[in-house]
């Protein structure tokens, strides 16, 4: 079985500041991992994914995400966060074989200015 | 660029009464896929179909039901609808090559 736990329902940054929000998953066998972010009245949209190339992956508006197979994580980091960045992201985790994903239950990004 | 489309995207219904929700995606995509969305809950799968002809159950199935009446098109349809089903639905494709989803923009349902 796989699952994902998203540590922090909510996490409040400063305009500018790191914003760095955590995923960790469990999986018996090599994960897909992904990063999707969700704008107020929208739906999911992908930001990123890891599918054993590059431990570290670069997506959209500057997100990037690091796995690392010793921890089981795959933290999603921005150096400067933006008001645009404000939304709610979830990490998902995939096993080699299947395309259902597990979603963990999100964390809500608050910018202030 | 459509993309997937859901509708509709707001509905109100009373306990007991039925509906069905609609969604159609134009990517030519193999696999689609429905979940509902509680807070603090994150997603989670009611049903989906890997590809056209074929349905199977998710993670919460209990009392609905799925077609796909075709490779564009994946319904779901509440038979009769519960205060608990009150939520917002997601509808989701995937091509078989890829293991992205492509979500549609949600229906909102309240059930009183």
């Known amino acids: 079985a796989q699952s994902v736990t998203q540590l922090g329902s909510h996490v409040s940054v400063s305009e500018g500041a790191l914003v760095l929000l955590r995923c960790n998953y469990s999986?018996?066998?090599?994960?897909?991992l992904f990063w999707y972010v969700q704008y107020p009245n929208q739906g999911l949209q992908l930001l990123l994914k890891?599918?054993?190339?590059?431990?570290l992956v670069k997506g959209i508006n500057g997100f990037e995400a690091e796995f690392k197979k010793s921890e089981t994580s795959f933290h999603l980091t921005k150096p400067s966060a933006h008001m645009s960045d404000a939304a709610e992201y979830f990490c998902?985790?995939?096993?080699?074989?299947?395309?259902?994903?597990?979603f963990g239950r999100g964390t809500s990004l608050i910018v202030h200015p | 660029n459509a993309g997937v489309t859901q509708t509709p995207k707001f509905q109100v219904l009373k306990t007991g009464q039925s509906m069905t929700l609609q969604c159609a995606q134009d990517?030519?995509?193999?696999?689609m896929y429905w979940y509902r969305q509680d807070p603090g809950m994150g997603l989670r799968l009611i049903y989906y179909?890997?590809?056209?002809?074929?349905?199977d159950k998710g993670e919460v199935p209990n009392g609905y039901n799925v077609s796909r009446l075709n490779k564009r098109e994946f319904s779901l349809r509440l038979e009769s609808a519960a205060p608990s089903q009150t939520s917002v639905y997601f509808c989701?494709?995937?091509?078989?090559?890829?293991?992205?989803?492509?979500f549609g923009a949600g229906t909102r349902l309240s059930v009183l």
């Open positions: 179909s890997a590809s056209e002809g074929t349905t």
């Open positions: 989701a494709s995937s091509p078989s090559s890829s293991l992205v989803q492509y």
């Open positions: 990517m030519n995509h193999n696999s």
């Open positions: 890891y599918t054993s190339a590059a431990t």
């Open positions: 998902a985790v995939t096993k080699g074989g299947s395309y259902i994903p597990t």
């Open positions: 999986s018996s066998v090599p994960p897909y």
